[in-house]
Each structure stands twice: as C-alpha cells, then as structure tokens.
Nanobody
Framework: QVPLVESGGGLVQPGGSLRLSCAASGSIFSIYEMAWYRQAPGKQRELVARIRSGDNTLYADSVQGRFTISRDNAKNTAYLQMNSLKPEDTAVYYC?????????WGQGTQVTVSS
C-alpha cells in the first residue's frame, strides 16, 4: 500500500488557483505533522507550509496570504489551497507526513503556472 497519494497538480494561468491533496494510508497512525514542500528545477527542495496537531500552521514567506494548508483528521488527508498563483510557484510539490517516529514522502505532483 502506497503510504501517501498526492493529487491536484496541473497547469494554471497566473492568478489562478489549485488545490492539492495528500491522502495518507490507513496504516499510518499518530500523525504529528503534515507538510508540503516544493522543488523547482535547479533549486533545493523548500518547505511551503506545514500543519501540526492542534492546527498549528507555518508558511514560507513567499506563499503567506496566498496558500492555505488544512487537514481532515478523519480522512488522514492534508490539503494545500493555492490562490493567486505566480510563475515562480512552478515546481514539483511533495507531501510529507511525520507519524509514529517515521517520515513519509509522496511521489510529487507537478504544478505549472504559465500563460
């Protein structure tokens, strides 16, 4: 069973919106943190947003006010709502889950912002 399944990436025009989803398998328990990272070509992977137990959230300065991370504990799923997208948001977006002392990563989903 694949630990994490991401969806929602695609091509969008500047100013548009996308919502990414990250579903953790039912075998993952005691989730402490769910997060989104991204990696653009030629750049290092960077944290975009993370949410911890108690809905404690943190955002990169570059996405503050435009992106919103949330989670549905009943579904073991995290979401990243991305609004007012810019070309510099183009990257592969990865979901990360920290649970039970383990670190899980998704396969990545491409987000391309272009006219």
């Amino acid at each position: 069973q694949v630990p994490l399944v991401e969806s929602g990436g695609g091509l969008v025009q500047p100013g548009g919106s996308l919502r990414l989803s990250c579903a953790a398998s039912g075998s993952i328990f005691s989730i402490y943190e769910m997060a989104w990272y991204r990696q653009a070509p030629g750049k290092q992977r960077e944290l975009v947003a993370r949410i911890r137990s108690g809905d404690n959230t943190l955002y990169a300065d570059s996405v503050q006010g435009r992106f919103t991370i949330s989670r549905d504990n009943a579904k073991n799923t995290a979401y990243l709502q991305m609004n007012s997208l810019k070309p510099e948001d183009t990257a592969v977006y990865y979901c990360r889950v920290v649970a039970g002392g383990y670190d899980y990563w998704g396969q990545g989903t491409q987000v391309t912002v272009s006219s």
